[in-house]
């Protein structure tokens, strides 16, 4: 990585993981103030999706009044590290970017949305490009490019908003065509497991089908599994490495938003308490999802271990991670000797070092 770099950090945003996003950039904003050579420009996105360069206390990103600070901040399309321009009461005036860091969640952030914006400013950016981003946050058809892998996972329906309001009895009966109870209802493009519900009837069914439709225009129902929730970081481009396997204790029925971010209760193992065999094979796996969805940077993929039979079952991939003191992904590669310090330094040269989606 060059000696000197000017980092954007992207944070906030419209989703319902804004508060996530705030929590995961502190984390970076920590880690890069603790080390020499960066100059970071922390850029927030409120939840109406203005951009503002935040200037106040840069150990305070995840707390409140953020938007006391309202320098706003446009991009302009092809300048590359003249992009980014502050619009303050002098005049546009141009950051000098070397790299941005979109410590984002979810809608518009982890879906392809700004990865997209950002290739066409034309500046290097962490994290996956266009297609792995708007692949693995849409479940659906992150689930098509696993099945082409001949990966295990979960069955499942796939329903729409309209079915869903239109008759939920049908669409419900529809479900049960398929599985009995109980089954888990999710939105397609949601994260954190945001919207997700466990239902153990038709009634329970139909709730969750019309919750998940709040969400998102596609909502996926899928086989219960009965097994231990596990997840596997990866980081790299061409070539990347899986760290060891992580285990989810979770403290609520199962790892919901309140399960991972607000019950104390939850715990993770790191490393989970698995055979070696099962462990390979999850690294495995997600190596082949990461590189299966073209996936770049980093990764957290997930996945269960079924209780009965020791099977690994995939269940979803998360292009960009929670960065949180209580996040798995660090916390693995923690766990091999890679500090968050040289996780993000790692990061940055990799997106340094990735051509443009488009053109040399």
């Given at each position: 990585?060059?000696?000197?770099?000017?980092?954007?950090?992207?944070?906030?945003?419209?989703?319902?993981?804004?508060?996530?996003?705030?929590?995961?950039?502190?984390?970076?904003?920590?880690?890069?103030?603790?080390?020499k050579?960066?100059?970071?420009?922390?850029?927030?996105?409120?939840?109406?999706?203005?951009?503002?360069?935040?200037?106040?206390?840069?150990?305070?990103?995840?707390?409140?009044?953020?938007?006391?600070?309202?320098?706003?901040?446009?991009?302009?399309p092809?300048?590359?590290?003249?992009?980014?321009?502050?619009?303050?009461?002098d005049?546009?005036?141009?950051?000098?970017?070397?790299?941005?860091?979109?410590?984002?969640?979810?809608?518009?952030?982890?879906?392809?949305?700004?990865?997209?914006?950002?290739?066409?400013?034309?500046?290097?950016?962490?994290?996956?490009?266009?297609?792995?981003?708007?692949?693995?946050?849409?479940?659906?058809?992150?689930?098509?490019?696993?099945?082409?892998?001949?990966?295990?996972?979960?069955?499942?329906?796939?329903?729409?908003?309209k079915?869903?309001f239109?008759?939920?009895?049908?669409?419900?009966?529809?479900?049960?065509?398929?599985?009995?109870?109980?089954v888990?209802?999710?939105?397609?493009?949601?994260?954190?497991?945001?919207?997700?519900?466990?239902?153990?009837?038709?009634?329970?069914?139909?709730?969750?089908?019309?919750?998940?439709?709040?969400?998102?225009?596609?909502?996926?129902?899928?086989?219960?599994?009965?097994?231990?929730?596990?997840?596997?970081?990866?980081?790299g481009?061409?070539?990347?490495?899986?760290?060891?396997?992580?285990?989810?204790?979770?403290?609520?029925?199962?790892?919901?938003?309140?399960?991972?971010?607000?019950?104390?209760?939850?715990?993770?193992?790191?490393?989970?308490?698995?055979?070696?065999?099962?462990?390979?094979?999850?690294?495995?796996?997600?190596?082949?999802?990461?590189?299966?969805i073209?996936?770049?940077?980093?990764?957290?993929?997930?996945?269960?271990?079924?209780?009965?039979?020791?099977?690994?079952?995939?269940?979803?991939i998360?292009?960009?991670?929670?960065?949180?003191?209580?996040?798995?992904?660090?916390?693995?590669?923690?766990?091999?000797?890679?500090?968050?310090?040289?996780?993000?330094?790692?990061?940055?040269?990799?997106?340094?070092?990735?051509?443009?989606?488009?053109?040399?």
């Open positions: 990585m060059m000696e000197s770099c000017s980092v954007v950090l992207l944070f906030g945003g419209v989703s319902s993981e804004h508060d996530i996003s705030c929590m995961s950039a502190q984390t970076f904003m920590n880690a890069m103030e603790a080390e050579g960066y100059t970071v420009y922390p850029v927030y996105i409120d939840r109406q999706g203005a951009w503002f360069l935040y200037e106040g206390d840069k150990r305070a990103l995840r707390q409140a009044p953020l938007e006391e600070y309202r320098t706003p901040v446009a991009v302009l092809g300048l590359g590290k003249d992009s980014f321009l502050l619009l303050g009461d005049g546009p005036q141009s950051l000098t970017v070397d790299v941005v860091i979109p410590v984002l969640h979810g809608l518009n952030g982890e879906d392809g949305t700004v990865q997209g914006l950002l290739e066409m400013a034309r500046v290097p950016y962490v994290g996956c490009g266009v297609l792995a981003s708007a692949l693995a946050m849409d479940k659906v058809y992150t689930k098509k490019i696993v099945a082409e892998l001949g990966i295990r996972q979960a069955a499942y329906v796939d329903l729409t908003r079915e869903i239109d008759s939920p009895e049908q669409a419900a009966l529809k479900v049960e065509e398929a599985f009995s109870y109980p888990f209802v999710k939105p397609s493009r949601a994260g954190s497991s945001v919207g997700v519900t466990k239902a153990a009837n038709r009634e329970e069914l139909i709730a969750g089908l019309h919750k998940a439709a709040k969400e998102d225009r596609r909502v996926l129902v899928e086989e219960f599994i009965k097994g231990r929730e596990v997840e596997c970081a990866v980081l481009a061409e070539t990347p490495k899986a760290a060891n396997v992580g285990e989810i204790l979770s403290a609520a029925e199962f790892y919901d938003f309140d399960a991972k971010y607000v019950n104390a209760e939850s715990k993770t193992v790191v490393p989970a308490d698995l055979p070696e065999e099962t462990r390979q094979e999850i690294r495995k796996d997600a190596l082949a999802i990461f590189q299966g073209d996936g770049s940077g980093l990764s957290r993929v997930d996945f269960f271990v079924e209780q009965a039979t020791g099977e690994v079952i995939f269940n979803e998360n292009t960009f991670p929670g960065f949180t003191n209580i996040s798995m992904y660090p916390m693995l590669w923690e766990a091999e000797g890679l500090s968050v310090g040289e996780q993000i330094r790692e990061l940055i040269q990799i997106a340094l070092e990735r051509k443009p989606l488009y053109g040399a």
